[in-house]
């Protein structure tokens, strides 16, 4: 088993009477998301695998994206947060993880969303689609190159 010492500011948190969540979203903030799973598990003994942190996660991704969550239940479509997402700086893991959560979306949902977002395709398959064609046509053109 690995030893994971926790930076003093955290264990201060702690200390002054910070909840699971709200030193996770402080933690996931600060160093990202394996810093806070590990921090928080040693802090308040928590197996990182167990129900209780799923919870726990659950409850700091919905802290963190109350602003896309308040969104969808105003009625925005999941391409309209996403566009919102996009000007307040999420990118990456972040804006996959805040369409998964927010919308309860599969990985293929949370791709094809995206892709509509941004105008570069209207499924996964059709983005994907152009991938072959193109190396279809490279390969046509290095057994061309070879006659």
């Given amino acids: 088993m690995r030893k ?10 702690k200390n002054d009477g910070a ?3 709200e030193l996770f979203v402080r ?9 806070a799973l590990d921090y928080v598990a040693v802090l308040f003994a928590i197996d990182e695998e167990s129900e209780e942190m799923k919870v ?3 409850e700091a991704y919905t802290l963190i994206f109350k602003p896309y969550i308040l969104l969808r239940d105003q ?4 391409e309209s947060v996403v566009k919102e997402a996009r000007k307040n700086g999420l990118s990456g893991l972040d804006l996959l993880s805040m369409v ?3 919308f309860d979306y599969s990985v ?3 791709k094809e969303t995206i892709l509509r977002s941004d ?3 209207d499924s996964l398959s059709e983005y994907q689609g152009r991938f072959v064609k193109a190396l279809e046509q490279l390969e046509e053109e290095e057994i061309s190159d070879f006659d």
Wanted: proline share 5%; hydrophobic share 40%.
């Fill in 56 to 58: 726990l996660i659950n």
């Fill in 19 to 21: 909840s699971p969540v």
């Fill in 75 to 78: 009625g925005y479509s999941a």
């Fill in 100 to 102: 998964g959560i927010v």
């Fill in 119 to 121: 105008g570069t395709a």
């Fill in 27 to 35: 933690i996931l903030q600060d160093k990202g998301f394996s810093s």
């Fill in 4 to 13: 994971i010492r926790v930076p003093v500011q955290y264990q201060k948190l």
């Fill in 108 to 110: 293929v949902e949370i």
